[in-house]
């Protein structure tokens, strides 16, 4: 199992800036992906970016040069950084981690309880 808290978030007007974090506890492997989505309302939710253990770090286009993803590996946490928001960058952002053990085929996932960003025009 695995425990992720998620930290930041609120209210900001447009241009501004925020930053999430999610620290994640208990059996994390050294396969994984933690990144962010996020769900405004009546939408589904949407990928807004995932960084793996090792590959290629992956944004959507509509927060692509405004928005960065950062790991700590030693605290096990992921970071977004959300520069020059938008108010249609307003919606809940929930962290997410997938995990499988080295040499197995099955992930598993787990998510955060969100946190609320509200962007002002």
């Known amino acids: 199992q695995v425990q992720l808290v998620e930290s930041g978030g609120g209210l900001v007007q447009a241009g501004g800036s925020l930053r999430l974090s999610c620290a994640a506890s208990?059996?994390?492997?050294?396969?994984?992906?933690m990144g962010w989505f996020r769900q405004a309302p009546g939408k589904a939710r949407e990928l807004v970016a995932v960084?793996?253990?090792?590959?290629?770090?992956t944004y959507a286009d509509a927060v692509k040069g405004r928005f960065a993803i950062s790991r700590d590996a030693a605290k096990n946490t992921v970071y977004l950084q959300m520069d020059s928001l938008k108010p249609e960058d307003t919606a809940v952002y929930y962290c997410?981690?997938?995990?499988?053990?080295?040499?197995?085929?099955?992930?598993?996932?787990?998510w955060g309880q969100g946190a609320q960003v509200t962007v002002s025009s």
């Open positions: 208990g059996s994390i492997s050294s396969v994984n992906v």
């Open positions: 960084k793996p253990s090792s590959g290629i770090t």
């Open positions: 997410n981690v997938k995990n499988r053990s080295p040499g197995a085929v099955r992930w598993y996932e787990y």
